[in-house]
């Protein structure tokens, strides 16, 4: 089990970018979370399997429809099999 902290930078807000990545999430079957931060850019935190959060990752980069994604910074690190924090993705306002 791993998790995914990343960074997003760029048009990144108000453009549903958080919902964008809230849908994803659940699709893939990853918990956590994203949220916007006050300089602008978006954190997410997900948990999940490699190769989910490598999927996840690719759709970070890509962005909702109207964003306009510039840099992504991700963090990725192991966590103890079947020790997840959270129990679900969620929008933290």
């Known amino acids: 089990m791993k998790e995914l902290h990343a960074i997003v930078h760029g048009r ?9 990545c809230c849908r994803k999430a659940r699709k893939l079957g990853l918990v956590g979370y994203v949220k916007n931060l006050p300089d602008g850019t978006v954190e997410v935190v997900a948990q999940g399997t490699q190769e989910k959060l490598e999927k996840f990752l690719e759709y970070l980069r890509k962005g909702s429809l109207l964003s306009h994604v510039e840099e992504v910074q991700p963090q990725v690190s192991e966590i103890p099999a079947g020790e997840k924090a959270y129990s679900n993705f969620s929008i933290i306002w």
């Open 12 to 20: 990144v807000q108000m453009v549903m970018y958080r919902d964008f």
